[in-house]
């Protein structure tokens, strides 16, 4: 059976990477964007993934021509290296929404964030994630979005981060805004909501909050990671004035643990509020007791 084309912006990251292997299990042939095709070799040795380097001046029209799904991912936590989160978070889906317009395309996947809110989001990321979600949603097409908490999986950046920090740390790690709250969500329930929604006509128009079934605090999660990695840390708590001054401090250093931004963000509680769109998919969300010791301990 011939496959479908799909085109997956974003689909080098961490949650692209695990949304490839589910549509290729369901019958897709994959194109890939990338800016760094140099970095994402290892893609072109997976059967029915076709990467194609793209630059700020590529009209993604060729690229969606013959697609029947769009997919898009890109997005950015910091603003660096002349990225902006208007750049990536708004003008991106502009073009992508123009693209999809122009050739037609019949289905297309928008990934946005839990709380994203173009007048009413906490801080910059958030409300420009908000002004891309209205914005994939105001153009006529068959669109759904996904809002996550913070996602984990083999790769994630946050127990691999906190991984990271517990490495340097001398025993104690002195941690901003600890009472901050997640309900962190496996990467292949998201992939596996994604999935499920391209066919259903219920989904389109939808916008769905995606959360794991437990609610945690950010100290409640770095000490899980020093238990799941049998280390002893004493983890120091700042208030709230030291967290803001902790962020703005190392806001300023390449690769920043933490920006104003970020304590911004997670001022709002990253959990869901009504409904979880997983359980709306009929997808039990999985605890990650049972996936994060696999990937984190090893
Ligand atoms: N991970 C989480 O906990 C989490 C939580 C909530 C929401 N989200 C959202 O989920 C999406 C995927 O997150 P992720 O963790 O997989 O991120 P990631 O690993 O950093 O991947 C982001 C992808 O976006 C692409 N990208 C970035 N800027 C771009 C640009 N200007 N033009 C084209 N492509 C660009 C990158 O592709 P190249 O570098 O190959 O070009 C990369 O593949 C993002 O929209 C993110 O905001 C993630």
Redesign the pocket.
């Known amino acids: 059976m011939k496959r479908q084309r799909a085109c997956i912006?974003?689909?080098?990251?961490?949650?692209?990477r695990h949304l490839l292997t589910r549509l290729r299990d369901a019958g897709y042939h994959c194109v890939v964007p990338?800016?760094?095709a140099f970095r994402?070799r290892d893609l072109r040795l997976y059967p029915d993934v076709e990467l194609q380097e793209?630059t700020a001046a590529t009209d993604y029209a060729g690229l969606f021509a013959g697609c029947s799904l769009v997919v898009n991912?890109?997005?950015?936590l910091n603003e660096s290296g002349g990225?902006t989160f208007q750049?990536?978070h708004v003008d991106?889906v502009r073009r992508i929404v123009a693209a999809a317009q122009a050739v037609g395309v019949p289905r297309l996947l928008h990934?946005s964030?839990l709380h994203a809110d173009a007048e009413r989001g906490g801080s910059d990321y958030l409300r420009s994630k908000g002004e891309g979600e209205d914005i994939a949603h105001g153009a006529g097409l068959a669109v759904t979005s996904f809002r996550?908490s913070?996602?984990f999986g083999r790769g994630?950046?946050?127990f691999n981060r906190f991984r990271g920090l517990l490495d340097l740390a001398p025993g104690m790690v002195p941690l901003a805004c600890p009472n901050a709250q997640f309900a962190p969500v496996w990467v292949d329930d998201v992939a596996q909501a994604m999935v499920r929604s391209i066919g259903d006509e219920r989904t389109m128009g939808q916008r769905y909050d995606l959360c794991g079934p437990k609610v945690l605090t950010l100290e409640d999660l770095m000490a899980y990671t020093a238990r799941t990695l049998g280390k002893r840390v004493w983890i120091i708590g700042l208030d709230d004035k030291r967290s803001e001054l902790m962020a703005k401090l190392l806001g300023k250093l390449p690769g920043a643990p933490i920006t104003l931004d970020n304590y911004r963000s997670m001022q709002t509680p990253s959990v869901c509020d009504e409904h979880n769109g997983l359980l709306q998919l009929g997808i039990h969300p999985t605890d990650i007791d049972t996936i994060v010791p696999t990937y984190l301990a090893g």
């Open positions: 912006i974003g689909g080098t990251g961490f949650v692209g990338t800016r760094r994402h793209v991912l890109a997005g950015i990225l750049s990536v991106l990934m964030a996550p913070v996602i994630d950046s946050f």
